[in-house]
């Protein structure tokens, strides 16, 4: 669609016919001046074409203009002529260039990839970082994680709804948390949206989800860590744990699904290939059995190390889900096992070696609520409003949360979670 700076984008131009004169706009990829021919490669979000001036058959003023510095931001017109032997077998023949905004600095790093520059150094420069098209691909995968992970709830009858951010109190138990002043009171950064989605099928929506940031105030410093993430959530009232597993392999499938349709030549670019995965089922008691056959340290009440998620996806297979973990080391507000109050039904999905998804059946009782939290050491009085919600007819419920940035980290095989954020923030980042 034409509007003042371009009417095609590189990627509808192979449609374009033979000698039609378009206008294209982005970034100075690459340029080459060999005297009486300049080659320049622009590039927008979807791909580069080949544009190419000539002495003798080029306007002058032309060729002056293409001498240009890489990721220079331009818009160029020019006509479509067929050429085998360029990449998509055609280029642009320039009658008009324009600098649209001169580079007043030198660029921090190489875009083209030709001389690798470290990951900080591209973080302090994420706006230039994003232009790399294995950036690009990450951010295109992940944007096909979210379209899944929306087709699915969709399609399962979900209804979006969206929480706060700012909370007056831990939402979880525990001291992980961010204070900011919030005017004559003190308050928090949200570190899970567990609460209000509980609150909302309490309230008779029956099936909930969101998508939301989440705040924890960890003091870590790993390849797998966040201080701000992204949670995909579901709730789901009248069900089990059970219930909320069915629904998570189906939420996985559907997400797979999306990457493997839609970001196909991303994971490509990125060098990934994977194919669907059957999600397997384990419980915690049958895995750490097994890890313990195969030199694993951990006993009963433990939770598994990163090694021991490695383990088991080597066991098991890349995508399994570990049920019915101990009820002392799951958050206070899971649903013990009526068979077993020792275990909890409780389980996480584990990914390609790392766990990418936590959920649970919740305690919707309140005296076993209260029990729950009195074992753990919480006063109950400090959870009044949370416990009062089911004093007022609380269904069965149970659901679960998906991490972005971590489903992301492993689809397209990024070593260190902070690629797989656009603005990371860790412990030492808060800019860009």
């Known amino acids: ?49 080949q544009v190419t001036a000539k002495e003798g058959t080029s306007d002058p003023q032309v060729m002056k203009a293409m001498d240009l510095p890489k990721e220079s931001v331009v818009t160029i017109r020019g006509r479509i002529k067929k050429n085998p032997q360029v990449r998509n077998g055609f280029e642009l023949l320039p009658v008009r260039v324009i600098d649209l905004n001169p580079l007043e600095r030198s660029m921090p790093f190489e875009v083209t990839g030709k001389v ?73 950064l949200a570190q899970s949206p567990q609460i209000y989605k509980q609150l909302a099928v309490i309230g008779g929506m029956d099936r909930v989800f969101m998508t939301v940031p989440v705040f924890r105030a960890e003091k870590h410093n790993t390849i797998f860590h966040l201080n701000e993430s992204t949670q995909m959530d579901i709730e789901m009232g009248f069900a089990d744990h059970n219930d909320a597993i069915a629904m998570l392999k189906k939420a996985f499938s559907s997400i797979l699904d999306a990457v493997l349709k839609e970001s196909a030549a991303d994971l490509e670019t990125l060098g990934v290939e994977f194919q669907k995965s059957r999600v397997k089922d384990v419980t915690y008691k049958k895995a750490i059995s097994k890890l313990a056959a195969n030199g694993s340290k951990i006993e009963f009440g433990q939770d598994f190390s990163r090694d021991d998620e490695t383990m088991l996806t080597r066991l098991y297979g890349d995508a399994i889900i570990v049920k019915e973990y101990p009820t002392s080391i799951r958050a206070f507000y899971s649903m013990p096992n009526s068979g077993d109050p020792e275990v909890s039904n409780s389980y996480d999905l584990i990914y390609k070696g790392l766990e990418i998804s936590s959920g649970a059946q919740r305690i919707h009782k309140p005296s076993l609520l209260i029990g729950a939290l009195e074992k753990r050491g919480l006063d109950p009085k400090e959870f009044e409003f949370y416990i009062n919600a089911f004093r007022m007819g609380a269904p069965p419920h149970a659901g679960w949360s998906l991490g972005l940035e971590r489903i992301t980290m492993k689809l397209t095989g990024s070593t260190n979670i902070r690629e797989c954020a656009m603005f990371p923030r860790d412990r030492e980042r808060l800019t860009p």
């Open 116 to 188: 690798p520059a470290e990951l900080d150094v591209r973080l302090n420069y994420r706006y230039v970082d994003l232009r790399r098209k294995e950036t690009t691909a990450i951010f295109n995968i992940q944007s096909a994680v979210l379209h899944g992970f929306r087709n699915f709830a969709a399609k399962n009858g979900f209804q979006e709804i969206r929480p706060p951010s700012i909370v007056e109190a831990a939402t979880e138990g525990g001291a992980d948390l961010f204070q900011i002043g919030y005017f004559e009171k003190k308050a928090y």
């Open 1 to 49: 669609m034409r509007n003042e700076y371009r009417s095609h984008y590189v990627s509808e131009l192979a449609s374009v016919p033979e000698g039609s004169e378009v206008e294209v706009a982005g970034w100075v990829h690459e340029t080459r001046n060999i005297g009486k021919i300049i080659f320049l490669l622009l590039r927008d979000h979807s791909g580069i074409v």
